[in-house]
């Protein structure tokens, strides 16, 4: 059986110290790199015989007027199933969205870091991956929202909303857990923001996508010498956090080892570098991120058992988007309102064949993927609204899935459940009235982002009236 030939990218940059950089990267998962100083030494290798070997273009736009942003266009015109991913400064989102106008398939910012580009290559070039607006983003403009801004109105959402609102009061360890692009970096900002350590700026550690080898050293540092590679000093994530707080996502991603480090880190209040011969005191707020339930890694014995009780002194579970279709209406304006603050955006509505269609989906991605398919949709959109058609791979999607005989759907259908509230119990049985009554108040709160003056005239009571009963119901004011 034939070897499998090693993809091969085509970089344009007439920086050889950067070009060397990204190949020896993508060399490390199985690419292989051409270089093109120019646009047009570039359009002459992809028309000479190496055009079939060329997986992927990758694009140093550095200005918004330079000729990359036409080049992108040619070249997307000439080979429009040819993945084109963007170089831009981190600043520069305005340089992103004109080039993802002009037919780029995503964007990275500098610096570039390694796990982000061969996960941006992968995606691009995956036989199984999502093309369009189903194609999930490498860069995110990350925002920090108060929790009355957080959009959601489903009782579970509202009651994972009302813990973290008053866990932020104090300075506890946060559990939260969640399937990927749930919103669980969202819930951590909002923490930290009403939280008292609010004056210094939230860190974060993403261990999903930093190399095993070196969580141990993001987390506590390392002293110079300390091992192979160690030319200078580092100061890990947990002393550089002192006085703050330390988001740590996909901590099921840290080694065993290190969990056992962690773990003495915590219960004694001090941190020890590698290589170091003291240790140091530390004050640092955690918020731990985990894609599964962290309980049953515990059982697998795939995660220490005295970790998990050192997180998870207060713990909250985000329901999946699906869970929720009730929210995709207002949400989606929301993100449109965040899309068109971006540089180079505009204002956009959402029509109701549009939210219809986005409800019947079941977005796998979360709230991370309808965000991305928003954006996608904003930049092609030429009119004032985004309609039904904005969105063909997702009405594919439900097509394909619909057609499948003797397939269950998890589709939503549109507008059907929406966000209500159930009367029943599982039984059979009426739910008790004050049970009713207190999820009626949370999505109310919820659907009016917590304006109590709002919630009151819509529900036709008084501000001291609805005070009263959210005392009498135990519901908190961010539910």
């Avoid at 050192?310 to 869970?323: C, Y």
Wanted: aromatic share 6%.
């Amino acid at each position: 059986m034939p070897e499998e030939r090693a993809r091969a990218l085509l970089l344009i940059d007439d920086e050889p110290a950067q070009g060397r950089l990204i190949a020896a990267i993508a060399a490390r998962a199985g690419w292989r790199s051409l270089r093109a100083e120019s646009g047009s030494d570039a359009m002459l290798l992809l028309g000479s015989e190496e055009t079939d070997t060329i997986d992927a273009v990758l694009l140093d736009l550095w200005s918004p007027r330079s000729d990359g942003v036409e080049l992108i266009g040619l070249l997307s015109a000439q080979y429009p199933t040819l993945p084109i991913l963007v170089i831009t400064a981190q600043s520069k989102v305005s340089i992103a969205v004109d080039a993802m106008r002009a037919g780029a398939t995503d964007f990275l910012a500098k610096p570039i870091a390694p796990d982000r580009l061969i996960r941006a290559l992968n995606a691009a070039t995956h036989a199984q991956q999502h093309r369009g607006e189903l194609r999930p983003l490498t860069e995110k403009v990350a925002q920090t929202l108060p929790f009355d801004e957080i959009v959601g109105s489903s009782p579970e959402f509202r009651a994972a909303l009302a813990i973290a609102a008053k866990a932020a009061r104090s300075r506890v360890p946060v559990l939260l857990e969640g399937e990927p692009g749930v919103g669980k970096e969202v819930f951590a900002r909002a923490v930290h923001a009403a939280s008292p350590r609010s004056k210094r700026p939230l860190f974060s550690l993403h261990c999903g996508a930093t190399p095993p080898n070196l969580i141990e050293s993001e987390l506590f540092g390392h002293e110079k010498g300390a091992f192979t590679g160690a030319f200078e000093r580092h100061v890990g994530k947990l002393a550089e956090a002192e006085g703050a707080t330390l988001f740590i996502d996909e901590i099921t991603a840290i080694p065993f080892d290190v969990q056992a480090k962690l773990a003495k880190a915590l219960e004694t209040g001090t941190i020890r570098a590698i290589g170091a011969r003291r240790t140091i005191d530390f004050d640092v707020r955690l918020i731990a991120g985990a894609n599964s339930d962290l309980l049953e890694q515990v059982t697998a014995g795939n995660f220490r058992e005295d970790l998990y009780y050192r997180l998870n002194i207060v713990g909250l579970t985000i329901p999946p988007l699906r869970k929720r279709a009730g929210d995709i209406p207002p949400l989606a304006r929301h993100l449109l309102t965040r899309i068109a603050s971006q540089p180079g955006m505009k204002a956009l509505g959402v029509t109701d064949d549009a939210l219809s269609l986005l409800m019947r989906y079941d977005w796998p991605g979360n709230v991370r993927q309808l965000q991305d398919t928003l954006f996608r949709a904003a930049i092609g959109c030429e009119g004032a609204a985004l309609t039904s058609a904005d969105f063909p791979e997702i009405a594919d999607a439900i097509r394909l899935i619909q057609g499948r005989p003797g397939e269950t759907s998890n589709m939503i259908h549109a507008f059907a459940d929406g966000p209500g509230v159930a009367l029943y119990e599982a039984d059979g049985n009426l739910r008790p009235l004050a049970d009713i009554e207190a999820d009626v108040i949370r999505l109310a709160i919820g659907h009016y982002r917590g304006r109590m003056t709002e919630v009151a005239r819509r529900l036709g009571i008084g501000r001291s009236t609805l005070y009263r009963k959210l005392a009498e119901l135990g519901i908190d004011s961010a539910a």
